[in-house]
Every structure is written in C-alpha cells, then in structure tokens.
C-alpha cells in the first residue's frame, strides 16, 4: 500500500515539480541484496523508455542494464548485482533520452569495532555529489537502524548529517547485531543502506585464580580448598572441578570467594581438584594446576603396640612440600605434635602405650607457599588385653649365711601367659630383670635368689610383673623387701638392734626377736616390738654363754589381708657379735651336798666344738673326760665315790680371738 501511494504521490507531483529529467530519488538496498531504485516520470515528447544504467569501472562508463517502457512507472529493481556481498557503492543512472539523465549512488555501510560493546558505521552517500543532493533530501538527517538478533526488532539509535556514527551499547555476552542507514526524502521514499551484520560478544577469559591449599578440617572432616581471586574486574565467581579430565563438580558464586568446602569430597581418598574463575558472560580462564589433598591411612596387627601410619604426598606443582608432622591425640584428648619428617617421607611406625585404649592421628604439611595443609584424621581403638587378677610375693626370707633369700609368690594362673618377670633392685628405683618363670598354671611357687652383696651389708627390693594376654602391659606384684640387721656393741653390756622397716605386706603384726647362741642353733624367741618400731636393746650383762659368738635375727609377721588370707612372715639377715672368752674354774666341790656337789668350768663366750674338760688323779689317771660344757664331774669314777683328795683337772678350748687355751690346776673334793 505505502508503495503504491508513493507511485500516484510521484505521478501526481512530477508534471508540476520536476522537469523532463527522471530526477532518482532514493536508492533502497533490499534484504535479498538488490537496489530498488525510485526515480519521478517525465513526459517527454518521442518517449521510448527510462534507461536504467550502472558504472562500469572496467569501462569507465555507466552501461545499461536495462530499460523501463512504462512512461508511469517511477520505481526500478535492479536484481543483477547483489549489494550485501558488493564492498563497494553502486552508481545508477536514469535516463528519459540523451539529455535528460540523473545520477545516484547506493548506500554501502561498513562496520568498524571498536571494543566489544561499541561500532564505529560509516556509509557512501546516495548523492551523486556533495554539491548535487538527490532531489527531496537537501537537510535531511541520516537514521541510524540497529537489531539485536536476540530480540529480532529494529531500533532507531541516532541520527546525524554526517557520513559516519559512533554506536555503543551494554556488553552482550553473545550476539549478532544488525546495522542499516536510512536518508528520508520528502516526496515518500528513503534511501537505505544494505544490513550489515556482526557477530558480537564478550570473548575476553578472566584472570585465573591461585590455588593455595586442599585442606582437611580437623574437626568436621571435609576438604576446604583455599585461593587468591581472580584479578579480573569482571570475575563473576569459580568453578570447582575435579579429576583428569576435570570435571566441574560445584559453582562458587562472587568474585571475593576464597574458599570452598567440598561436602561431596571423600577425605579418605586423594581428590585432585582444581577450579578456574569465570566472567559475567561464563568465559573461563585458565584451569589452574590440580592440588592433591594428603590421605593418612594405618595398620594395627591385634596384640600389637605397633601402629603402622602411611599417608599420600600432597601434590600441587608449583608448590612444594616443605615437611611434615604428625599429630596424635590420646583417649579423644587435645592434638600434639608428635614427629616431624622430611618432604620424602611417607610412612611412621608409632608405638602404642597399652594404656591408651583410643588414638587418633592426623598429618600436616607445611607448604612452599607458606600455608599449611591437614590430611584425614584416623582413628585407632584397642581394648585392653586381659590381665590376671592379681601377683602377690608372700615373703622374703634370709638365710642364715646372709647369702640367699627365699622369695614365695601366689599369682592368679587361671590366664596362661608367657610367664613371670621377676625384679631386684636395690634402691626401690631401679630395677632389674632377674629371673624369668614359666606359666606352669600353678599358682605358687618359689625361688632363691642370691644377690651380688651379702644380705647383712645391704637391703633388695623384689617385684614380679606378670603380663596380659598380648604380652603389652603388665600387672605388677607388690614390692617386696629384705630386712638388713644391724648391731651396735659400742656398749659391752647392751647390744643394740637396728633394721630397716619391712616393705611388702597391706598390714604387719610386728617383729619378733630372735638370738641364737650355742645352746640354740636356730635361736630362741627374745622379744617382741610393735610394726612401728626398728629398735631393739638387749642387756646382756648377766648372760653366760658356751659359744663365743651371739648371734641375731628378727621376724616380720603379717597381719591384715593377703589375697588367699594366708599371713606369712619374712626373715631379716643375721647380725652377731663376738663376746671375749671368760672361763673360771671352782677350787672345790662337795659332791655329798645338795649344793656344789658338781665340778665343772664355767665358760662363756668360747669358740663351739673346741671344749674338752678332764680330770686326772695324782696318778694320772683320767676320771672324768667331757667336750660338753654343761656337762660336769660329780665326783665318782667307775661308778663308785672318789675319796676326799686333791684333783687334777685341764680344759681346752679356742677363745674368741682364736687363740687355743690349755688351761690346768687342782680341785679338792670334800667329802
């Protein structure tokens, strides 16, 4: 319709405004790359036709493409030549005979980028010259068309007098935008540019982020990774992926982000992730270099102390290890550190207190880079093994030489075990391994130990360790002690004794003290003190004795409860003094009287078994012959009296100083 109004508007007009010239008035590029060409009629005296012609640059000439017969049709296309694929301008001419000819050019656009938002349009001007306009434009503007290929619809973005027009518009991140020029012209039509098209968009990838560290948070177990933003203005956020090829496993949205949890990462395998930052038009940048987090794993054979630790290198090139440490805690107690390696070391063998039933470890990697990465925490849980209820050494008992003491124990058999470990030591501190005994599956038995110093010079301490099931942790005895005895003879009258309190028992009764002398050869009970006492005074002032030499030992009685109710006792070493030899010889006896009627010496303190008493008549005859010194004469010979007479007698015997002593004289016998 608006162009058929447009040919009467041409009919109707070119008798009264233009001559015999068809004046062009438009040159309009079509989609299809042809120039539909509107020029006015004339009427013309002998008119033939209205000679449509184009330059013809090899010829220099315009050259007819054809020619329109109708004296009324004012509007020509030219489909021989295709304008959008033509990078230049088209002259036309249009002629009613040889003088009467007008001339206009097509508009060409071209388009020149400037950045990715902003064209710069230039165009060639449909007026044959810049003196000459196409009739009907003369001040007319230029109309700027644009089209986004998104929104399909053409805009008016500007005007101009001139030639040429700088476009900008927001980023698109993906497009094709269309540009055409329109001229009006007041009698209706306009010349239009061909469209010219280009694709557009955002192609410029951002700045890629520093990956810094793949980190295990101890406390809730998942990998956070770390890093530096990306230095692009238009970082939109990152993408985390995962794996060779890497794929994308989350989108982390804003440009300041700098750390990522990753709840779909297992701690316990090695996840080698790496992310890459993206723009406002999802350009990525480079993916940056993978980071492989540490995976700790352990062994742990049952009833062992050994618990074997291995773990993944942390890899993230160009960052380097620096070394690494590993931290344990105990029975679900604070983190420690525990050991430190080198960047080449992978494995660790920890040993395990039996004690400790829960371990748990974890490693940290100190980085080139300067931050700090933790692996996987592991966790270690071992019961602990059985153990027998009780060791209990009864006893601790001296002999009599001060060489050996016998030791008496009563342990719980019912659990088979490698054995007994048996312990001296003598201070109560540093103990040694002594004596180790079979499981026999008795519950008692015994053993004599000799030590290195003889039990009166010195004290020991005795403990047994019984071990579990695993042969890990042991149960150990009560700490047993010898008794030492001690004698102070500073004064001749009083021996004093002294001992060391017995070590062993829940409760003591208290000690008994035992001397021996040469009527007792196992010594006879003297007295006894409580348990808090270690001191005991014995006056012998008034002690006559056949032996040179007294001789002590005391006696430690339990009370309380042991574990099978049996009370014991332990024997101290001896102590003994030797006393000087005293011997007095009677100068008369009257064996006929109650009283005095046995003739003997009274010796105290000599040597035992080197006594010997006789008695001789004036003839030298032996009548009486003893090598006990209790044992005395009464005065008869054979059975019968001896007569009233002077006697002879001699004794012999060893002193305390080892000396012999032959000792002779006379006794009378009254009668």
């Known amino acids: 319709m608006k162009r058929i109004l447009l040919i009467v508007l041409l009919l109707a007009c070119s008798s009264f405004v233009f001559g015999q010239v068809p004046d062009i008035l438009c040159t309009q590029v079509n989609e299809d790359g042809s120039t539909t060409i509107y020029y006015n009629t004339v009427n013309p005296p ?52 040889a003088a009467n000819v007008s001339y206009a050019n097509t508009m060409y656009l071209t388009l020149t980028n400037l950045t990715n938002s902003s064209f710069r349009l230039k165009w060639t001007s449909p007026h044959p010259s810049s003196s000459s306009p196409l009739v009907g434009t003369n001040g007319q503007s230029y109309t700027i068309y644009r089209m986004f290929a998104s929104e399909g619809q053409w805009q008016q973005v500007g005007t101009t007098l001139d030639t040429i027009y700088i476009d900008n518009f927001l980023l698109r991140c993906s497009d094709t935008v269309s540009y055409r020029v329109e001229l009006p012209n007041i009698y209706g039509c306009s010349s239009v540019s061909n469209v010219k098209k280009i694709i557009i968009g955002d192609h410029e990838i951002p700045l890629e982020p520093v990956l810094l560290s793949s980190s295990v948070d101890v406390s809730s177990q998942s990998l956070n990774l770390e890093w530096t933003p990306s230095i ?57 270099n993978p980071h492989n987090n540490i995976v700790l794993s352990y062994s742990r054979e049952a009833c062992s102390s050994k618990i074997n630790l291995s773990w993944s290198k942390y890899l993230a090139d160009p960052v380097n290890v620096i070394l690494y440490e590993i931290y344990v805690s105990l029975n679900n107690g604070d983190f420690n ?94 103990f040694t391994l002594i004596k180790t005994f079979t499981y026999t599956g008795s519950n008692t038995f015994s053993f004599t130990d000799k030590p290195p110093v003889t039990l009166n010079k010195t004290n020991y301490f005795y403990k047994l360790h019984v071990p579990d099931e695993c042969d ?49 050869p196992q010594g ?34 339990e009370s309380g409860a042991s574990p099978d109710g049996t009370l014991t006792e332990s024997r101290s070493s001896t102590a003994s003094v030797v006393k000087e030899s005293l011997v007095f010889v009677p100068n008369s006896f009257t064996p006929m009287e109650n009283v005095n009627n046995i003739f ?24 009486f012959d003893t090598k006990n010194p209790d044992e005395g004469w009464d005065g008869t010979f054979k059975g019968k009296n001896c007569p009233t007479a002077t006697y002879v007698y001699k004794v012999e015997f060893i002193n305390s100083q080892g000396e012999k002593i032959n000792k002779a004289g006379t006794v009378n016998l009254i009668n």
């Open 472 to 520: 890990l942790l042991y149960t150990p005895s009560n700490t047993v002690s010898t008794i030492k005895l001690s004698i102070d003879v500073s004064n001749p009258d009083i021996n004093i004794l002294t001992w060391n309190p017995f070590i062993g028992w829940d409760a003591l009764e208290g000690y008994d003290i035992y001397r021996v002398d040469g009527t007792t």
């Open 232 to 288: 692009s203005p238009d970082t939109w956020g990152y993408i985390i992926c995962m794996g060779n090829p890497c794929i994308a496993i989350d989108t982390i949205w804003g440009s300041e982000q700098s750390t990522y949890n990753c709840l779909t990462c297992s701690v316990e395998q090695i996840n080698s992730l790496a992310m890459m930052a993206f723009d406002s038009c999802y350009n990525t940048s480079l993916r940056t």
């Open 600 to 623: 003997k010496p009274f010796c105290s303190f000599i040597r035992l078994g080197t006594y010997r008493f006789r008695v001789f008549n004036r003839n030298g005859e032996i009548l």
């Open 337 to 430: 550190l525990y050991q430190t390696y080198n960047q080449d070391t992978v494995s660790s063998v920890f040993v395990a207190d039996p004690n400790i039933v829960n371990y748990c470890f974890y490693i940290k990697a100190t980085l080139s880079n300067g931050h700090q990465v933790n692996s996987n925490k592991v966790c270690t849980s071992q019961s602990l093994p059985k153990q027998v209820d009780f060791a209990y050494i009864r006893s601790s008992v001296v002999d009599l030489e001060n060489e050996k003491v016998d030791l008496e124990f009563y342990v719980d058999a019912s659990l088979p075990v490698r054995g007994y470990d048996l312990y001296r030591s003598p201070n109560n501190i540093d």
């Open 46 to 97: 002998n008119f033939a036709e209205y000679t449509i012609s184009s330059f013809n640059s090899t010829s220099n000439s315009y050259v007819r493409i054809d020619g329109v017969t109708s004296i009324s049709q004012s509007i020509y296309t030219d489909n021989s030549i295709d304008n959008n694929s033509n990078a230049n301008q088209i002259k036309y001419s249009v002629s009613s005979g």
């Open 524 to 557: 006879f009970p003297l007295d006894n003190v409580q348990s808090t006492s270690n001191r005991y005074e014995d006056n012998i002032s008034a002690m006559v004795s056949t032996s040179d030499k007294i001789t002590y030992y005391i006696i430690a009685k």
